[in-house]
């Protein structure tokens, strides 16, 4: 016997997640994005120039820490 639990999760408030009902069921969306349009552009723009800059400090540490260079090619 196959025990299955379909909980009532209307009155849970959930952070960047939906809940829909189809045929009388509930479903979580998982993908539900609150920003769009410009933010969501402003956002991946911020989200490169923080990788780009984290990226950067990272490698003056390991320049300042070893002899060698930064990248290895390899031949």
Same mark, same amino acid.
């Given at each position: 016997?196959?025990? &299955?639990?379909? +909980? =009532?999760?209307?009155? #849970?408030?959930?952070?960047?997640? @939906? #809940? /829909?009902?189809?045929? =009388?069921? +509930?479903? #979580? *969306?998982? @993908?539900?994005?609150?920003? /769009?349009?410009?933010?969501?552009?402003? &956002? @991946?723009?911020? =989200?490169? /120039? %923080?990788?780009?800059?984290? %990226?950067?400090? %990272?490698?003056? $540490?390991? &320049?300042? !820490? !070893? @002899? $060698? +260079? #930064? %990248?290895? *090619?390899?031949?």
């Amino acid at each position: 016997m196959t025990i &299955k639990l379909l +909980p =009532d999760i209307f009155g #849970v408030r959930l952070i960047n997640h @939906s #809940v /829909d009902n189809m045929f =009388d069921l +509930p479903i #979580v *969306k998982l @993908s539900t994005s609150h920003m /769009d349009g410009a933010d969501r552009y402003i &956002k @991946s723009i911020e =989200d490169r /120039d %923080l990788s780009f800059l984290i %990226l950067l400090i %990272l490698s003056i $540490g390991v &320049k300042l !820490s !070893s @002899s $060698g +260079p #930064v %990248l290895y *090619k390899k031949n």
